[in-house]
C-alpha cells in the first residue's frame, strides 16, 4: 500500500487533489484581456517571454488512451521547443528519499491515529469509501487526512480507468530524450505545502474528496470534455460548484493555487528571460485558467500572451 501511495503522490500532484480539480470562486471568469480564441482545441497558451517563446499546456495528470493522439499543431510546437518545464520530473523522483519525508510528515508520531482527528460521522463516511474500494482501514489510520486524501482521489480517479500512464506530463516526458526538462516545483516542495495545512483545512479536503466519489464518473468525463475543447469558461464552471466560498477553503486554494502560480510564473519568467529559446510548459491546467492563472499572470507583466 505505501509504495503504491508514493506512485500516485508523485503523479498525481494536485489536480486530483479532489477528485478532479481545485477552483474556487475568484476564478469564475476567463481574464477578458487574453485573446480566448473558441476555434482552439484544449487549454493551451502562446506567449513571448523577452526574446523566448513559451507554450502554457494545461495537463491532466491521470489521463486516458482516448485523449491521444494530440493535435498536430501541439506536438509541433513540442517538438519545436528546447526545453520542457513541468512541475515535477517525475522519473527522477528519488522514492526512498521521497517515501522518509511522507514517512516523516504524512503519518502521525504522536500515539494517535486518523481517528483520533475525524468526528464520528466523518470516521465512518471515511470507512465506508475505503471499502467501496477495496482499501484497508486499517493501514490508513497512522495517516494524516491530507494523505488520505490523495489515496482517495487517486482510487476514485483511478476506478474510472484513468492512469497516470497516459497523464498529459508522462506523455511529454516520455518524448523528451533530447530536450533539456526544467522541474518547477519539486516532490518535496509539494509534500510540504500538505503537511503545512492545519486539522481544520485536511479535515474539509476529506469532506470535500467524500462529497466527489459519488459524482467523479461525471465530473472526470466532462473535465476531459472541457480539456479537450479548450472550454475555459465551462473548466471553470464545472468546479464552482464543487469548492463552496468560505473561510477554510479559501486558505486551501491560496496554498494551492494563488501562490503556486505566482511561483510558477516566477520560475517560467526567470528561465525565459535568462535563456532565450522556446519553452513548452506542462502544468496542471487549473494553473492556467481564469484571472489568477499563469498566463493571465504574465500578461500583467506585459508579456504577450494568446490561446494557441
Do not use: C
Amino acid at each position: 500500500m505505501f509504495e503504491k501511495v508514493m506512485q500516485w503522490l508523485s503523479a498525481l500532484l494536485f489536480v486530483s487533489l479532489i477528485s478532479v480539480s481545485l477552483v474556487s470562486a475568484p476564478l469564475a471568469l476567463a481574464d477578458p484581456q487574453i485573446n480566448s480564441d473558441k476555434s482552439k482545441s484544449h487549454l493551451i497558451w502562446k506567449g513571448s517571454i523577452a526574446q523566448s517563446t513559451v507554450y502554457l499546456m494545461g495537463s491532466i495528470h491521470f489521463g486516458l488512451p482516448s485523449m491521444y493522439p494530440l493535435p498536430k499543431r501541439i506536438v509541433a510546437a513540442f517538438e519545436r521547443a528546447d526545453v520542457l518545464m513541468v512541475e515535477v520530473d517525475i522519473r527522477k523522483t528519488n522514492q526512498a528519499a521521497t517515501m522518509a519525508l511522507v514517512g516523516e510528515m504524512g503519518f502521525y508520531h504522536d500515539g494517535s491515529t486518523l481517528q483520533d482527528h475525524l468526528s464520528v460521522s466523518q470516521y465512518q463516511r471515511f470507512g465506508n469509501a475505503m471499502q467501496q474500494f477495496g482499501l484497508s482501514i486499517e493501514a490508513m489510520l497512522p495517516q494524516k487526512p491530507w494523505l488520505v486524501v490523495l489515496t482517495l482521489s487517486a482510487a476514485a480517479v483511478k476506478a474510472q480507468g484513468f492512469s497516470e500512464q497516459f497523464g498529459v506530463d508522462q506523455y511529454f516526458l516520455n518524448r523528451a530524450s533530447n530536450k533539456q526538462v526544467i522541474e518547477i516545483e519539486s516532490i518535496a516542495q509539494q509534500i510540504t505545502l500538505m503537511d503545512g495545512f492545519g486539522v481544520q483545512e485536511q479535515q474539509w479536503m476529506l469532506d470535500q474528496s467524500l462529497d466527489e466519489l459519488d459524482r467523479a464518473d461525471i465530473e472526470l468525463k466532462a473535465m476531459v470534455l472541457n480539456w479537450q475543447t479548450g472550454n475555459e469558461t465551462a473548466f471553470i464552471e464545472q468546479t464552482l460548484k464543487e469548492f463552496p466560498e468560505g473561510e477554510i477553503s479559501q486558505r486551501v486554494y491560496k496554498a494551492v493555487f494563488v501562490d503556486r502560480n505566482i511561483n510558477m510564473t516566477r520560475v517560467i519568467e526567470k528561465a525565459a528571460t535568462t535563456t532565450r529559446g522556446i519553452y513548452f510548459v506542462v502544468v496542471g491546467a487549473g494553473h492556467l485558467i481564469g484571472t489568477e492563472g499563469v498566463p493571465a499572470l504574465l500578461q500583467k507583466k506585459g508579456y504577450r500572451i494568446s490561446r494557441y
